[in-house]
């Protein structure tokens, strides 16, 4: 199946005026599908998964504000959010591409996460930190700028939410997957890398910083739901790593040099660039 896409010339400023984990993930994964979206302003279509996901966190975040303002809450509150959530998701502009499973079970997906043990358990359990800049609000959704010296323009995140540890603090990032992950992947993630770079050069010490990725794996009932709950558990040394491939991924940039990758899970007929490789 195929879907349109459109070119919009100059819809984003280039050279972008910033990086992302997502933008900088995408350009080591094909840059040639990097270069459509950022520097020539193709618009891709978004997917079943990328809506559950933002729908599911808005509801988790609403949970969290609940938790820190000291007010309790139940699954069918928390599946009231998702609900509205995902209606406003539907409203943006642009079609969805459902893929196999179909909108109707997506959205069952998070509905079961939102009245599932296994979430209510995480999320009253979670210890939010007060915000970095505003100790009388929440860490949640947390905006962070990394500042990479080679590198003309910030690397800018926003961290889902900052939990307390009992040696300092834990940034958190929340995702929805089918699947659990496989051991190791949380050590290939990008987003977690960049968060703790920028705290440390913030001036948190590296000591007191943690991370974690909280996968919530729907099921066909909201008991079989499940929390994965995995700790990348990164060193001083796989910071500054990252931060010379931030380096090495503006460079690529600044070259111009942008080739397809027929490897990646994004190769396939629904690529916006799939006429322009195959």
Not at 136 to 152: F, M, N, R, T, Y
Not at 171 to 182: E, G, L, S
Request: aromatic fraction near 10%.
């Amino acid at each position: 199946m195929t879907t349109d896409r459109s070119v919009k010339e100059g819809k984003r400023p280039y050279p972008p005026e910033h990086l992302s984990s997502s933008s900088v993930g995408l350009l080591t994964d094909c840059s040639k599908l990097w270069e459509a979206k950022y520097r020539r302003g193709l618009e891709e279509t978004r997917s079943g998964a990328l809506i559950l996901g933002s729908a599911f966190d808005s509801a988790v975040e609403w949970a969290l504000r609940e938790r820190w303002d000291g007010r309790w809450f139940t699954t069918e509150q928390l599946a009231s959010r998702f609900g509205a959530a995902w209606d406003a998701q539907l409203q943006r502009p642009g079609g969805v591409e459902w893929g196999t499973r179909g909108q109707q079970p997506t959205f069952d997906d998070g509905l079961a996460l939102c009245q599932a043990p296994a979430t209510l358990a995480a999320l009253r359990g979670a210890q939010l930190a007060p915000h970095p800049d505003n100790i009388d609000a929440p860490a949640l959704q947390v905006e962070v700028k990394l500042a990479v010296p080679g590198v003309s323009v910030p690397i800018i995140g926003f961290i889902d939410a900052i939990l307390k540890t009992p040696t300092g603090i834990s940034v958190v990032d929340f995702k929805t997957a089918r699947r659990a992950w496989a051991k190791g992947r949380e050590r290939k993630e990008l987003q977690a890398r960049i968060y703790l770079a920028a705290l440390w050069q913030r001036g948190e010490p590296f000591p007191r910083l943690t991370s974690a990725y909280w996968i919530f794996l729907p099921g066909a009932t909201p008991e079989a739901c499940r929390v994965q709950r995995l700790e990348p558990g990164l060193t001083e040394r796989d910071i500054l790593l990252s931060v010379d491939m931030l380096r090495r991924a503006w460079r690529q940039i600044e070259a111009g040099t942008f080739v397809g990758n027929p490897h990646s899970f994004r190769c396939n007929e629904l690529c916006p660039c799939w006429h322009e490789c195959f």
